[in-house]
């Protein structure tokens, strides 16, 4: 993508942003009303989650009543908290009607309970049950995402009847581009797309002009793989069917797009330790409290590094160039590995990278950061011998990068690999560790280097 | 999503990785033909990318023949440079038969001129206009994205009429949900999904039931704008129109897909300098090259750094401790800077922050930065106490530590904005410089309170 257009991309809400901003210091709130039934739901929830929390129950007391279910939906996981918190039961009720049922259980989770028995209590019978069987699944399963409101048919009819008993539905549920082919016990045998139903002959069977290409997504499949199936056969819906073949639901791809956004941002945020159901917004006491962690983790691997420094002080206090030139050994390393980190981190989680092919990959890193340390480890060891006039010091920075890089190579490749057989995300922790290796043998490369060279 | 999710993902395609590598040792090739057979071209695409570039060719040469041309669109740019110049031009041209009309305009860009010519030329009339008119917009525009093969309706005939119109036919282009209905002119009206015409009385007008809520997307709109409406309306398919709103093509989720993937990839890529359609496998020197020029800018940056702790030498070499203690100074300053930059980068990319509410975040980023500046300024400063067993240094490096979560702060906010102003992607450069700004303000305030208290 160039650049132009990912500017651009913002620019409609960045306009809606700055408008929701000038009414709200203003304080004439009523002019956001046409703004705010123009959106759609998921526009609403963005902008709800650039409004500072403070004003953000006053925004929302003007979203129109129909698109509240929605709007929940769409906002992350804190911006909902704060908003069911600020709601009465009645219009969580009023919210909650209408849903898809996978929708519907989704939210359900973050209601108080007093709120989720009354839209139990609220559903007929068929419902109810659709409601439970979507609640016993974890919501980052296939079961979870599922949809219970699949258009069966069987086999041995012709498609003339399936056409007649579409007319007497008379409406379909959303998203419905396929119908789901089951046998008189349930068993899920193959997909009729409408497609197919409006062009070909209506005497012929269903059985016959049936796609059985697509299996059935198990229940309990995780998210992930259900957003990988689906992104390798292009599908726009899938049935899912229990241990027993017996299809118990469909998937749309448009919950399957939020599970691929949502693992993109996983990644990204997790990268800083942050969370990606965040509030921008969040209360600062708790803000600080969360990366307090983090910069607490760091501090203690800081001091790893900084106990290294501190092995050489003799050779420090002599040889005050090499603290100045400590800076660049650090900087160098990091970002050397933090390359090698990504390119890793990145083809672990696309299946590009595993176990068996990191060996040539790691004989690659290590070439590339041979190369690169010694173009850089020359110009680096060139300036510093015409900044301190000292050609010993220059040999011992530049040898020191070169090193450096090797390593850097070497923790970027292994590292996550073996925080992935330890059950770790190496997205999660990696950056930090990573900088620790580099920086404690950048600094004991260097100023181990500088004491026997130099003093 | 749950870790254990996450690293179940990719357990299918790390055996299949494991496999290939087993078969590529014992030489015997020819037990890869089962597997390549039973992939889906996506799977296999993700399978060449991680073979060896060496290898690739011989893997390659077991891929089904009706496979190649899907396969050759999902690898990665630079491994589709490296098989199409490994491959005759008959191979090429057999690949790009039957390909749709937006994928073959994108292969059509890296294929050879010959071949070009050739695949035009064994085109009839109607399907070389069309795909010209996809060729003639940008890649990443709607234009670029888009499917010329449209099925349209007039609005003043009965639904029966299109239902005997579609069975004439005999079949629909894949994917298709939804038909288009236009003038007589060929302006886009509105859409009839399929599952209405299935539903609804035979006897009604189109024009009495078709859904004219979705807008058709402009030809020249930028592909993450297309993403974002497809997710903000929950579409599958989407009408193409020109200036004039006549229809000139469809969008389909698929292709939104590939877009909202590229996209989250390019964050995670830049963050690292890289860049996301780079080979794993790629040539060493290519590799060295390309990353030689974010080290040598890193370089620079460090060099800037050093600058600044080359102005306290006299000081260091007096106090050494402060050399200990300055790996500590620059690490939590990166930290905190970069978890600010992280959600300001994803902020201003999907919308929620813009200049308008920024000026909130910043006070909310400064008091979590004055917090954890504190809180982990006071340990700092009690550790290096008893280390060194100086109170004025202890309070030297609390200091420095809280001023540097505070400057953090202001260029994690800051220079993402400005950035943005300047039309730069902030992910490209923002860490880099982020990092050059905070080890500055560290060193510079560190050394120089230590200066003036310990000297």
Known sequence: MTEAAQLDESTASEARLQYLHEVLESGRMRRLKPLLHSLHPAETALLLEGVPR???MLVWGLVPDDDHGEVLL???????????????????LAAADGLEMDDLADLLEDLPETVTQQVLRSMDQQNRERLESVLSYPADSAGGLMN???VTVRPDVSLDVVARYLRQRAQLPD????????????????????ARLVTLDPERDVSEVMDTSVEGLLVDMPASQVAKRFQDLDLISAPVVDDN???????????VVDVIRDEAEHSIMSMAGLDEEEDVFAPIARSARRRAVWLGINLFTAFLAAQVVGLFEATLSEVVALAVLMPIVASMGGIG?????????????MGQIAFSNARTLFFKELAVAMINGVTWGL?????????????????????????????????????????????????????????????IVGFGLFLGMGTLLLL
């Open 148 to 150: 219970t409101d699949t």
């Open 175 to 194: 998203q419905t581009d396929t119908l789901f082919v089951v046998s008189r016990y349930g068993r899920y045998l193959g997909m009729l797309s409408l």
């Open 54 to 56: 403070t004003k953000r």
């Open 379 to 439: 110009v680096v060891g060139v300036v510093a011998y015409i900044w301190f006039g000292n050609i010993t010091l220059g040999v011992v920075i530049g040898t020191a990068l070169i090193f450096n890089q090797i390593g850097a190579a070497v923790a970027g490749v292994g590292l996550p690999l073996l925080m992935r057989k330890m059950g770790i995300d190496p997205a999660l922790a990696g950056t930090v560790v990573l900088t620790t290796i580099t920086d």
């Open 337 to 349: 590995g933090s390359q090698t980190l990504t390119i890793m981190i990145r083809g672990l989680a």
């Open 245 to 255: 073949e017996r299809l118990v639901g469909r998937i749309t791809i448009d919950d």
């Open 74 to 92: 769409h906002v992350n996981d804190e911006v909902r908290s704060q908003l069911i918190e600020g709601l009465d039961d009645d219009v969580l």
